[in-house]
């Protein structure tokens, strides 16, 4: 088990990109900010660096994916209901992300998603009663 976790991720403006996470009601944890990079608070032990692209590189010899034509990975956040997934992926388009899909209704699961200005793909879901397993 991890105590907490930090995703990487690389940025081509870091002030657009805070900017655009703060319109989203969220904050950056001070300590670990500076011109390179910011630390965005997910929640208690859930925390993304945004790192500028050249600072990013310093770490990997690989390539940085373009992410407006790529994807690697979607980063899902889990929420409280399906109203904070709709509101979420609202004040992200306000904020100048998209979203590149509906929102899907699985029954047990509501989920939309939105694209940050960078094009991470970030995944919104609210969780509730799980079907009943069947047995195999």
């Excluded at 509906?102 to 509501?110: E, I, L, N, Q, V």
Aim: glycine share 6%; aromatic share 12%; proline share 7%.
């Amino acid at each position: 088990m991890v105590d907490q976790i930090f995703v990487n991720l690389p940025v081509a403006d870091l002030p657009v990109a805070k900017a655009f996470w703060e319109k989203l009601g969220f904050s950056f944890n001070p300590q670990f900010t500076n011109d390179d990079a910011a630390c965005l608070v997910l929640g208690e032990h859930a925390f993304v660096m945004l790192l500028t692209k050249p600072f990013f590189s310093g770490f990997t010899d690989k390539a940085i994916l373009d992410t407006k034509t790529h994807i690697q990975v979607i980063n899902a956040l889990s929420v409280k209901d399906r109203e904070a997934v709709d509101a979420m992926v609202s004040a992200a388009i306000a904020a100048g992300g998209r979203s590149p899909r509906p929102a899907k209704d699985y029954g047990f699961m509501y989920q939309h998603s939105f694209e940050d200005p960078d094009g991470h793909l970030w995944e919104v879901f609210f969780m509730g009663a799980m079907p009943p397993q069947t047995p195999a």
